[in-house]
């Protein structure tokens, strides 16, 4: 399935990795004009990128509220809770972490927390399909959370 615009023009939209230049371009664009339509943004300010390619550009790493740097522990746990919560719904979970997209959040519980977990209860024999799930209440996950907390990098 080819993606395109959604206009009937033949335009080039360009893949791959942002330039300094294109990154510049969106930044001066937004200050100027806002946020608005995401697929008529790129188009006027003259990015050869989809809409929704300069959404996830600026939410994701230029947009003035977002937090960088490591995540805490504090907010390590608070991911673990919310999880435990709520299941796999990131958005929800990022609003409670001022500053920190769905997206970072997501990949932090991926490649982090969640080997973790799973070696945990490994090594208690509880890895049954029974007791896999996400968020059951009361589950070895749940209980686990601040020893987790320690031992996750």
Known sequence: MDKRPCNSQDVEVRKGPWTMEEDLILINYIANHGEGVWNSLAKSAGLKRTGKSCRLRWLNYFRPDVRRGNITPEEQLLIMELHAKWGNKWSKIAKHLPGRTDNEIKNYWRTRIQ?????????????????????????????????????IP
């Open 115 to 151: 080997k973790h977990i799973k070696q945990g209860e490994n090594m208690n024999g509880q890895g049954s399909s029974e007791q896999n799930t996400d968020h059951q209440e009361g589950s070895s996950s749940q209980m686990a959370l601040p020893l987790l907390v320690k031992q």
